[in-house]
């Protein structure tokens, strides 16, 4: 474990961003975290996962610590279920394609989602009808103050959407250093109602599908709409879908007659942003070095070398039209630092 200095974060964020960290280490073990979350020289400390939903706007005149820590474990199972814990520092989608190996159902439609175990209980990630917290079991973590590791259940964890208790009220109070999931080994509960999924199967002739087979349709509409954060640098989805009133949304239908929405409860719906992004006349829109993907108008992009307050001024131009238009203000989903 080495601590460094002057550290590039562009290799450390999906978003390909430049900004540099005053100090950088990465640790690889629960004691090396503790160890260095008890160091009193860097007061100013930044945990960095998979880097795939934070946006750098600035240098960070701190400690930059990058969460490594690797391991996948079968903590209990029997024949109908198995818990299988995965270490904070796991590639979010290897581990996905972990369990589909192994016939382990319930997250076969989180299939390639960028980013790493450890951070995607703090977003509560979700995709095609499925949330992390339809398989959470509990999750460790340890706490910045006092090095002590504790431990959250799903209740605990105030899980709504795209959001938990570790966006709120314990934002920066603990690392997550690994997560547990239940997950189904037979009769496995089969989401392909939501978007494109159901059409998907039907294009690859299967109707009979399995956890596999499900997982090969979401790659295949992810990699159709999504651009490769290898290739063109972005997060995912940069904005949340936002939830109104029916009544305000039988209202918009007066002048957006194909306004699609799906239902939350008795008195609310959720809007695609996408669909509003596009409609304000954003997506594929191009401006210099970054942008709104031509595919998925959900996606802002940096084709290169833009700066985060770049992208960042993009997104409050997009927020500001679209509540303009549709009286409706679209939450950012990543974290502007």
């Excluded at 160890?35 to 946006?55: A, D, E, H, R, T």
């Excluded at 959407?161 to 920066?172: D, H, P, Q, T, V």
Aim: glycine share 8%; aromatic share 10%; hydrophobic share 40%.
């Amino acid at each position: 474990m080495k601590i460094e200095q002057s550290i590039s974060l562009k290799p450390y964020n999906t978003f390909g961003i430049h900004a540099t960290a005053s100090y950088f280490v990465s640790v690889s073990t629960i004691e090396e975290l503790k160890q260095i979350l008890s160091l009193k020289k860097y007061p100013k400390k930044l945990i960095l996962g998979g880097g795939s939903n934070m946006l750098l706007t600035q240098n960070f005149e701190g400690l930059v610590i990058h969460v490594n820590l690797k391991g996948i474990e079968i903590v209990s199972e029997d024949e109908n279920f198995v818990l299988v814990k995965a270490a904070a520092g796991e590639n979010w989608h290897e581990f996905v394609m972990y369990c589909i190996n192994n016939d382990f159902g319930g997250v076969e439609n989180l299939s390639l989602i960028p980013g790493n175990v450890g951070t995607a209980p703090i977003q509560n990630i979700g995709a095609y009808g499925v949330e992390l917290k339809d398989t959470f079991e509990s999750c460790e973590a340890i706490s910045v103050e006092t090095q002590l590791l504790e431990t959250f259940n799903k209740q605990d964890c105030h899980f709504d959407y795209r959001n938990s208790i570790f966006k709120n009220e314990a934002k920066g109070n603990y690392i997550i250093t690994n997560v547990t999931f239940k997950l189904s080994k037979q009769n496995h509960k089969l989401h392909i109602n939501y978007g494109t999924i159901a059409s998907e199967l039907e294009v690859m002739h299967i109707k009979n599908p399995t956890i596999q087979d499900i997982s090969k349709a979401v790659i295949s509409i992810r990699e159709s709409k999504l651009p490769n954060p290898k290739v063109i640098g972005n997060s995912g989805s940069f904005f949340k879908n936002p939830v109104v009133s029916k009544t305000h949304y039988n209202k918009l239908l007066q002048n957006f007659e194909d306004m699609p929405s799906y239902p939350i409860s008795g008195d609310d719906v959720k809007i695609p942003a996408g669909w509003l992004i596009e409609k304000a006349g954003f997506k594929g829109k191009r401006f210099g070095d970054y942008g709104v993907h031509k595919n998925q108008a959900l996606v802002l992009v940096n084709y290169g070398n833009a700066k985060g307050s770049d992208i960042l001024d993009l997104s409050q131009l997009i927020q500001k039209t679209i509540e303009q238009l549709f009286g409706i203000y679209i939450e950012a989903e990543v974290n502007i630092l």
